[in-house]
């Protein structure tokens, strides 16, 4: 299943359609091209009409890949925030709070990838752990440093997974031995950066418009950045409209007292951003845990994307962001890992205390209406199945501002997707052997993906395909 050639799937499949809704059906032959974009899709296909279906789409040769009962074909995990320096510190510090976290246990460890052979060493190993968890597109923090950041790109595009990556800029309140030199300092290496990541081949499209590989410009929160240097990131976004930005907003009750310190010129946190021009339609903002109504509302106007990071949230103890009430609002949302401030590179994990947040924010305000079904209210409502679906892929895609690529099986999209295996949850011979899903009989889709969300883990993943190319999961075997 390595292989670039023109390969049509018959399998099972489950794809986000809306944010309250997924479509499954038992029998789909999908249709992928040697540059690995989905050419066409037929559902209820039964197995005595595959031929015909061939012929008829033009394509009586194709490879066809038939699937087992018990898996599914999704779209991959789409990850809108992580941290890829921060890995090795995953599972430790959790006894403080954001602003002694980063000074006691993130900036020390970021510190260390000034050396680009340690970050050459450590980077190999983190994006593969984010392709084994599912994750398609990742999008990635890097350190300060052009070269080790340089190094993370060259990763990522080697290894073939879709991802947008930033340098941090960072030029005060930080600590002396992990700061940058000036405000230009910082820039000059943001515009090297960008040049290198925009020299990488497309991948296996070979279309420049579809590149694996995107810069973002990372101011890493309002914080660590002087007026200076925002404004001459402002200049850096206006000349180019297309490159990414992502930063952090809103995460902590000390942290947001502390922006207001130092911007008292600015309404609120999300003002920040906006005075300098970096909030538009392919903005990424971190945790958003504390928005206030006129923030939400400047960032629904502005169409940028909220990246929830919800395991994070609890392990800092930042808080419960209203996710409910944003998507009511109309806010684009997807969901983040945060490594190392979340404990998992899962998106799995992200989904499960994405359900557990948006539970404990509606009985604490609407006890009664927890679990309520008034279509397309989501304010003070658990998010359901196909909402944490939807935000993990289309969404995330959403938020990327790359969902016309990926996020979704359709034809013209990449084929971005998961071949995902529920069977056999016993954990004995044979099967997955994850000892925490009981296995599925495999025709009811519904059941097969809230077992995969709720119990699963990189063994029930045994494909990740990128532009059509394996990349990943527990039946790749890397040519390394
Ligand atoms: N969670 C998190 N928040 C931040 N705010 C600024 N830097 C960071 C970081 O590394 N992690």
């Known amino acids: 299943m390595s292989s670039t050639s023109a390969t049509v799937y018959y399998s099972a499949l489950v794809n986000p359609t809306t944010l309250a809704s997924y479509e499954t059906h038992l029998k789909s032959l999908i249709a992928v091209s040697s540059q690995g974009n989905i050419d066409w899709i037929v559902h209820d296909v039964d197995s005595s009409l595959i031929q015909q279906v061939l012929l008829r789409n033009g394509c009586p040769d194709a490879q066809v890949v038939d699937l087992h009962e018990g898996q599914f074909i999704m779209p991959g995990f789409i990850d809108t925030h992580t941290h890829a320096p921060q890995v090795p510190n995953l599972g430790t510090g959790y006894q403080y709070e954001l ?33 084994a968890s599912g994750t398609t597109t990742c999008c990635y923090y890097g350190s300060l440093h052009l070269d080790s950041s340089k190094a993370l790109a060259d990763t990522a595009h080697s290894l073939g997974q879709r991802a947008l990556i930033g340098k941090c800029n960072m030029d005060r309140h930080c600590p002396s031995y992990y700061i940058e030199d000036s405000a230009d300092a910082s820039v000059k290496d943001t515009h090297a950066f960008i040049a290198h990541v925009r020299s990488l081949s497309p991948g296996p499209s070979n279309n420049p418009n579809n590149p694996l590989i995107y810069p973002v410009l990372t101011p890493r929160f309002a914080i660590s950045c002087t007026r200076n240097l925002l404004e001459a990131l402002q200049v850096v976004a206006t000349s180019d409209p297309h490159l990414h930005i992502q930063t952090h907003i809103s995460e902590n009750v000390k942290e947001i007292q502390f922006t207001k310190e130092l911007y008292p010129e600015c309404e609120h946190y999300a ?63 997807g969901l983040g890992t945060d490594v190392s401030g979340g404990f998992s590179s899962s998106m799995l994990v992200a989904m499960r205390n994405a359900s557990i947040a948006s539970t404990v924010v509606a009985l604490q305000n609407d006890p009664a209406g927890a679990s309520g079904n008034e279509e397309g209210k989501f304010s003070n409502r658990q998010l359901p199945l196909a909402t944490l679906f939807y ?90």
């Not at 903002?285 to 990071?309: F, Q, W």
């Not at 925490?436 to 699963?456: A, K, N, R, Y």
């Not at 045994?462 to 040519?479: D, E, I, L």
């Open 99 to 131: 602003l002694d976290w980063l000074e006691k246990f993130t900036f020390p460890l970021e510190a260390k990838f000034k050396d680009v052979e340690f970050a050459k060493a450590i980077y190999p190993s983190v994006v593969k752990r984010f392709i």
């Open 271 to 333: 003002g920040v951003y906006d005075r300098y021009g970096l909030l538009r339609n392919n903005t990424i903002l971190a945790h958003a845990v504390h928005l206030n109504d006129k923030e939400i509302e400047l960032v629904a106007k502005r169409k940028a994307g909220v990246s929830h990071c919800p395991t994070s949230n609890f392990n800092l103890r930042s808080g419960m962001a209203q996710i409910g009430k944003y998507l009511d609002r109309g806010v684009k949302v």
């Open 391 to 480: 935000l993990a892929t289309k969404g995330g895609a959403e938020v990327c501002a790359l969902d016309h690529q990926t996020g979704s099986l359709e034809p013209g999209k990449s084929f971005d997707a998961l071949i995902v295996d529920v069977r056999d949850g016993a954990g004995t011979s044979g099967g997955t052997r994850n000892p925490t899903l009981w296995g599925s009989s495999g025709s009811i889709l519904d059941d097969m993906l809230g077992q995969f969300v709720f119990c699963g883990d990189d063994r029930n993943i045994s494909a990740v395909f990128v532009q059509g190319k394996q990349v990943g999961g527990t039946s790749y075997t890397s040519k390394e």
